[in-house]
């Protein structure tokens, strides 16, 4: 039970880890000053919350493991974050449109885990779910502005609403910790929120002048460590100063 919860938690922090780096890449380069400082907010306060998860998972790990070392020193593989958070800031319509498209999921998550029989995460989720709350609103605000404003505007948005829908479906699919944990009640049942989330979506692209993509095939595989072409160069990135200076202290 305690690989597969060490997994689970996984599961959670990962996104909101590498979701958190990719809006810190965004940091000097928002299109207003207010929209800039919003961002690098949230990826804060991602980073935050992944620093609570990184900390119980520690904690049952024992031995010389730290928050430091799960964030910044496993393998690629090792990673279990969905395809979605690691695709590339191509345009604010691409960053904006990934926010919109994981918050949306997020939200729903973290609701249902605050009713978790493991204390730890349901008081994380607690948290949690103010902030992620304010994501929500900021980046469906945007979407609709965008959505329902310059031809081009909308153009752009929706190109990337169309790109990065592939990836949507793999936030529903369930590894074998998830099912045991959902089995222990301690984790979410994904499935159960799909159709909740399209319909929450899929009313704000409408509001928007947006149209739902139609896709037949979805992209998966980030659950279960396999990840697209753009993960190594995130790691590359967020990993150097503690393999360059191991042990390093500040």
């Given amino acids: 039970m305690t690989n597969n919860l060490i997994q689970y938690i996984y599961g959670i ?3 909101s880890l590498i979701l958190g780096q990719r809006l810190g890449e965004l940091c000097g380069h928002g299109p207003s000053l207010e929209t800039d400082i919003a961002m690098t907010n949230m990826s804060l306060d991602l980073l935050g919350q992944v620093r609570s998860y990184y900390q119980y998972s520690a904690k049952i790990l024992g031995g010389e ?35 919109f498209l994981f918050d949306h999921f997020h939200w729903l998550l973290l609701n249902e ?14 948290k949690s779910i103010k902030e992620v709350s304010y994501h ?10 965008l959505g ?4 081009e505007s909308h153009d752009r948005i929706q190109m990337a609403i169309n790109d990065l ?10 590894t074998e910790a998830d099912k045991e944990m959902v089995l222990q009640g301690i984790g979410v049942d994904v499935t159960l929120l799909k159709a909740t989330y399209f ?35 995130i790691l590359a990135e967020m990993q150097f100063m503690q393999r360059a200076y191991p042990n390093m202290n500040w």
Avoid: C
């Fill in 13 to 15: 922090a990962d996104n």
């Fill in 65 to 99: 493991a730290t928050e430091d070392t799960i964030a910044f020193l496993r393998n690629e593989r090792q990673y279990k974050n969905v395809l979605l958070v690691e695709q590339p800031n191509t345009d604010f319509a691409y960053s904006i449109s990934k926010q």
């Fill in 113 to 126: 885990l605050q009713n978790s029989k493991d204390e730890t995460l349901a008081a994380i989720a607690k």
């Fill in 136 to 145: 929500v609103r900021f980046s469906s605000d945007w979407i609709r502005r």
């Fill in 148 to 151: 329902d404003g310059t031809q």
């Fill in 165 to 174: 829908w592939v990836f949507i479906d793999e936030l529903f699919h369930q």
């Fill in 199 to 233: 319909d929450k979506v899929g009313a704000i692209l409408d509001e928007s002048t947006l149209q739902v993509p139609q896709v037949e095939y979805f992209q998966k595989g980030g659950k279960q460590g396999i990840h697209s072409e753009h993960m190594g160069y």
